[in-house]
């Protein structure tokens, strides 16, 4: 069982940046991705980004191209979300799960974090 554990969410102004974290200490992710989805309440829970551990390949929703930035530590066996120029609509709780093949299907991870609330205000 891997144990992913989320941080850095919290409270916004619109216009304004948080960076979420995820890892899951004592694992390494060498051959694995690594995703962030969100959940708004009474929304399905939908496909924010993912990067390739191996290669840093990276990939995001269309909706979230240019305002969110994926990426990896691997000293640390961290992945961020570095997301900017936030909006009231980015409110959701987000989550990191890993799989072994990056994919924006959450179905196709295997293991999931807390979640971590995110909240814009306007």
């Known amino acids: 069982q891997v144990h992913l554990v989320e941080s850095g969410g919290g409270l916004v102004q619109a216009g304004g940046s948080l960076r979420l974290s995820c890892g899951a200490p004592g694992r390494t992710w060498s051959s694995y991705a690594m995703g962030w989805f969100r959940q708004a309440p009474g929304k399905d829970r939908t496909f924010v980004a993912a990067?390739?551990?191996?290669?840093?390949?990276?990939y995001y929703a269309d909706s979230q191209k240019g305002r969110l930035t994926i990426s990896k530590d691997n000293a640390k066996d961290t992945v961020y979300l570095q997301m900017n120029n936030m909006r009231p609509e980015d409110t959701a709780v987000y989550y990191c799960?890993?799989?072994?093949?990056?994919?924006?299907?959450?179905?196709?991870?295997?293991?999931w974090g807390q979640g971590t609330q995110v909240t814009v205000s306007s």
């Open positions: 990067i390739a551990w191996s290669d840093g390949r990276t």
């Open positions: 799960a890993s799989t072994t093949v990056a994919s924006m299907k959450a179905h196709e991870y295997d293991y």
